[in-house]
């Protein structure tokens, strides 16, 4: 539990810090004045100065956020003030965070399709699982199963398909030992969550060069971005259950995913920062993308919301997104204590 809640800390701590980073960077860029980089939220725990910003560490790693100047309505007029900027360079700074997470999360699959790979689709097997039927039988890392029953498997998606398709049954498999061809005889196990049939082989792994990395990791990310959408407009029109966990739900989600190594990490934080990057997004005060839609109503009307009933709004949302994760945490809990 407590390594758990660690690699918690640190995952969330890693997107968040991206995200800010992100809305800094850019604010730097067209000249804002930054007063505070903070990451997390609540009581002060560290900080340093350094030129014009502070750069602090706060209690709770909930969030985190840039104190810009001009952006509270009652701060002094400075000619470095986020609203001394155009529209598009506002935009531009608040678009900044979500689009982190979305390179973040490119990064991280190009890091794992080059350190760790992607599965083969070879019939050559990696390795086996100790107490298995394979193991039984005397299956080796290397060995390629060409056949099932006499039935060709030029495939690992073949393969595993014509093994799948019998569960608890007696199976015949053509096995090719470097040059040398044996038949093996064994009995598959039965999954009995989806009734199919296993034998314990572990798939080839084939690691890709940087390039090809680069491109798999944009197409992989934008194919999970329209996914992430798909579930929600899908959640939201009542057509499956809604999926969501809260802080004690990741913890748990996290634990799993530490079982099964570092390459599940990576994957599991890649994922959550294209949630998080597209999330924030959405035109929910608080949140960056209803910043977005009051710049862009400025730009239209050609002058800006009163800043006033713009920060209430966003007031609300905030309040609205803490008692939303109160309820998901209660939830968490309740669900783990049935468990």
């Known amino acids: 539990m407590i390594v758990s809640i660690a690699v918690t800390v640190l995952i969330l701590g890693l997107l968040i810090f991206v995200h800010e980073l992100g809305h800094f960077l850019v604010a730097k860029m067209v000249g804002i004045r930054v007063h505070e980089f903070a990451l997390g ?3 002060l725990v560290w900080s340093r100065k350094s030129g014009e910003t502070l750069y602090s560490l706060r209690a709770l790693p909930i969030g985190g956020f840039n104190r810009m100047a001009g952006m509270d309505p009652e701060e002094p007029y400075d000619p470095r003030g986020f609203n001394t900027r155009t ?3 506002r935009m531009g700074v608040i678009a900044a965070g979500s689009l982190m997470n979305f390179l973040l999360a490119i990064l991280l699959f190009v890091i794992f399709f080059m350190g760790i790979g992607i599965i083969s689709n070879s019939n050559r097997i990696s390795g086996v699982l100790e107490g298995s039927p394979a193991e039984a039988a005397g299956l080796q890392a290397g060995d390629r199963i060409v056949a099932v029953d006499g039935k060709e498997t030029p495939t690992w998606e073949q393969l595993t398909s014509a093994i799948r398709s019998r569960p608890n049954e007696e199976i015949v498999l053509t096995v090719m030992r470097g040059e040398e061809e044996r038949q093996i005889v064994l009995q598959t196990l039965r999954d009995e969550e989806e009734n199919v049939g296993l034998i314990g082989v572990k798939p080839s792994v ?3 060069g940087f390039f090809e990395s680069i491109w798999l990791g944009v197409t992989y990310s934008v194919s999970l ?4 959408l798909q579930q929600l407009f899908l959640m939201i029109g009542g057509q499956v259950p809604p999926k969501v966990a809260g802080p004690v739900g990741m913890v748990q989600i996290v634990g799993e995913a530490v079982n099964f190594g570092i390459g599940t990490i990576i994957q599991f ?3 959550l920062s294209l949630n998080l990057g597209l999330i924030n997004l959405f035109p929910i005060p608080a949140l960056d993308g209803s910043r ?4 862009a109503v400025e730009g ?3 002058r800006p919301i009163n800043p006033e009933k713009e920060n ?5 949302g905030f309040v609205l997104l803490i008692g939303l994760m109160i309820l998901i945490t209660y939830q968490d809990i309740w669900r783990i204590l049935l468990d």
């Open 300 to 302: 239209l009307r050609g």
């Open 41 to 43: 939220m609540g009581p």
């Open 87 to 89: 529209v598009g360079q």
């Open 292 to 295: 977005l839609v009051f710049l």
């Open 225 to 228: 971005i329209v996914l992430i």
């Open 206 to 208: 084939e690691k890709k």
């Open 312 to 316: 209430f709004l966003h007031f609300l």
């Open 269 to 271: 934080t890649a994922m």
